[in-house]
């Protein structure tokens, strides 16, 4: 791996750099440099999909004026605590065999869907029958003195952390022992709030009513979408189980999400993969990796200017919506006011959508590699491979890979930060002139 890794960061630099470098610039350019009321931020093809979709932006007035922030306050809901600074739409919602709601999904687009039936048997999880029903050990619950609950990975690279402390405090518990602890924090009222989320597994513990009803999920719907997407056929699924305000901050997942409300209310905002450069997420090998570091609670714009550009897609979803969560599109998930939330994500191992395989075509390919240097010379301009045209999602995906290879081989975020900036620095100005 030790020798293979350069020649693979190589190939994915190459691609992305010198095929598609010249693209992302021009992109950059337009980025946020108009306010067309149909359009997001970005312009690119995946938004131009979503315009038949997604209504107007809230925010009319120009650009400019927009930038400032100062008319730009999130929509306030009397169900939920958070207000923030960046205008949303409402993402639409579709019956659950609509064609239409198919197409979205096959185009890698958030959508909440109604009237499914393939977790039906959940529907009736309420927290009385979980603490009666759930009765095996092992399940993870955290407890937090403020209502972010900042995902993190201890077993990443804490040695080289000696400043880094979780920001909340994890704990292996039995379910009903989590139920106790919400009634005492719901009596002190100091703050403090707790957050169950754990895998769900058919073991010992697990009562005859709840191993029906998971074996009872209608997995041949979901299988039928799996494999006309080419998805990994192996389910994961999370229980979530919130008090009342607690938030799950922005990050994206590396799974395909079937995300079900069971109980409660939660806002969902989504960000397209393309808000990368916007939500400044933790570098990967970091204990926060895949986390943006900005707090949407109190945003540091000067730590994280590019913030001010960012602009969401807004999902309310209660008992029995389904909301699909595409692969590395950013999501912040927050718990309604006045009650607990029970939620169920269906995971899935997206299709591979990475550059290196997607195409064959490339300079990069095994057979072009065994060419003498004479030969490639002689090709002629149409035989030169050409620009190839990336979706945000594989955008993303690729940037991920390219970072996780140098992290990979070195352990070090100062050489993985060197090693970046010299790729770059100054080596692409040209495109500038042209």
Same mark, same amino acid.
């Given at each position: 791996?030790?020798?293979?890794?350069?020649?693979?960061?190589?190939?994915?630099?190459?691609?992305?750099?010198?095929?598609?470098?010249?693209?992302?610039?021009?992109?950059?350019?337009?980025?946020?440099?108009?306010?067309?009321?149909?359009?997001?931020?970005? =312009?690119? $093809?995946?938004?131009?999909? &979503?315009?038949?979709?997604?209504?107007?932006?809230?925010?009319?007035?120009?650009?400019?004026?927009?930038?400032?922030?100062?008319?730009? *306050?999130?929509?306030?809901?009397?169900?939920? *605590?958070?207000?923030?600074?960046?205008?949303?739409? &409402?993402? !639409?919602?579709?019956?659950?065999?609509? !064609?239409?709601?198919?197409?979205?999904?096959?185009?890698?687009?958030?959508?909440?869907?109604?009237?499914?039936?393939?977790?039906?048997?959940?529907?009736?999880?309420?927290?009385?029958?979980?603490?009666?029903?759930?009765?095996?050990?092992?399940?993870?619950?955290?407890? @937090?003195? *403020?209502?972010?609950?900042?995902?993190?990975?201890?077993?990443?690279?804490?040695?080289?952390?000696?400043?880094?402390?979780?920001?909340?405090?994890?704990?292996?518990?039995?379910?009903?022992?989590?139920?106790?602890?919400?009634?005492?924090?719901?009596? @002190?009222?100091?703050?403090?709030?707790?957050?169950? *989320?754990?895998?769900?597994?058919?073991?010992?513990?697990?009562?005859?009513?709840?191993?029906?009803?998971?074996?009872?999920?209608?997995? $041949?719907?979901?299988? =039928?979408?799996?494999?006309?997407?080419?998805?990994?056929?192996?389910?994961?699924?999370?229980?979530?189980?919130?008090?009342?305000?607690?938030?799950?901050?922005?990050?994206?997942?590396?799974?395909?999400?079937?995300?079900?409300?069971?109980?409660?209310?939660?806002?969902?905002?989504?960000?397209?993969?393309?808000?990368?450069?916007?939500?400044?997420?933790?570098?990967?090998?970091? $204990?926060?990796?895949?986390?943006?570091?900005?707090?949407?609670?109190?945003?540091?714009?000067?730590?994280?200017?590019?913030?001010?550009?960012?602009?969401?897609?807004?999902?309310?979803?209660?008992?029995?919506?389904?909301?699909?969560?595409?692969?590395?599109?950013?999501?912040?998930?927050?718990?309604?006011?006045?009650?607990?939330?029970?939620?169920?994500?269906?995971?899935?191992?997206?299709?591979?959508?990475?550059?290196?395989?997607?195409?064959?075509?490339?300079?990069?390919?095994?057979?072009?590699?065994?060419?003498?240097?004479?030969?490639?010379?002689?090709?002629?301009?149409?035989?030169?491979?050409?620009?190839?045209?990336?979706?945000?999602?594989?955008?993303?995906?690729?940037?991920?890979?390219?970072?996780?290879?140098?992290?990979?081989?070195?352990?070090?975020?100062?050489?993985?930060?060197?090693?970046? &900036?010299?790729?770059?620095?100054?080596?692409?100005?040209?495109? =500038?002139?042209?």
């Amino acid at each position: 791996m030790a020798i293979l890794a350069p020649l693979q960061l190589a190939m994915y630099l190459a691609l992305f750099l010198f095929l598609y470098l010249p693209t992302i610039t021009a992109a950059t350019e337009k980025t946020c440099s108009h306010r067309d009321s149909n359009l997001a931020c970005y =312009d690119s $093809p995946s938004l131009h999909t &979503k315009e038949k979709y997604y209504p107007e932006h809230l925010c009319s007035s120009s650009h400019e004026q927009c930038a400032n922030h100062e008319d730009r *306050q999130f929509p306030v809901d009397p169900r939920f *605590q958070g207000v923030y600074t960046f205008p949303v739409k &409402k993402l !639409p919602r579709m019956n659950c065999f609509e !064609p239409e709601a198919m197409k979205m999904i096959d185009n890698g687009l958030p959508v909440i869907l109604e009237n499914c039936s393939f977790a039906s048997s959940a529907y009736k999880w309420d927290l009385d029958y979980l603490d009666e029903n759930l009765r095996d050990k092992g399940h993870i619950a955290y407890i @937090s003195k *403020q209502r972010r609950f900042l995902y993190f990975d201890e077993d990443k690279m804490i040695d080289r952390y000696e400043d880094w402390k979780p920001p909340h405090k994890k704990m292996i518990t039995y379910f009903h022992e989590f139920m106790e602890l919400v009634k005492d924090l719901q009596k @002190s009222n100091n703050g403090t709030l707790s957050y169950f *989320q754990s895998p769900l597994y058919i073991i010992e513990g697990v009562s005859k009513s709840l191993v029906e009803d998971i074996n009872s999920f209608d997995y $041949p719907w979901l299988l =039928d979408i799996v494999t006309r997407l080419g998805w990994g056929d192996k389910v994961i699924n999370l229980l979530l189980i919130g008090m009342t305000d607690v938030v799950t901050p922005t990050h994206y997942d590396v799974l395909e999400n079937f995300f079900v409300q069971i109980a409660g209310l939660k806002r969902v905002i989504l960000f397209s993969p393309e808000y990368f450069r916007c939500l400044y997420p933790y570098p990967v090998g970091h $204990p926060h990796d895949r986390q943006s570091q900005v707090n949407f609670d109190e945003p540091d714009f000067e730590r994280f200017p590019k913030f001010k550009e960012i602009e969401g897609l807004e999902a309310v979803v209660g008992p029995r919506d389904v909301l699909y969560i595409p692969t590395y599109w950013w999501h912040y998930v927050e718990s309604e006011h006045n009650s607990m939330t029970v939620s169920l994500n269906f995971w899935f191992d997206p299709k591979n959508q990475t550059l290196g395989n997607q195409t064959s075509t490339s300079a990069l390919s095994s057979s072009d590699s065994e060419q003498t240097a004479e030969e490639k010379d002689t090709l002629t301009e149409k035989e030169l491979p050409k620009k190839i045209e990336i979706t945000p999602t594989q955008e993303l995906a690729l940037k991920r890979e390219i970072e996780s290879i140098i992290h990979e081989n070195t352990r070090d975020h100062e050489k993985v930060r060197r090693i970046l &900036k010299e790729i770059l620095s100054g080596r692409f100005d040209f495109l =500038d002139a042209s």
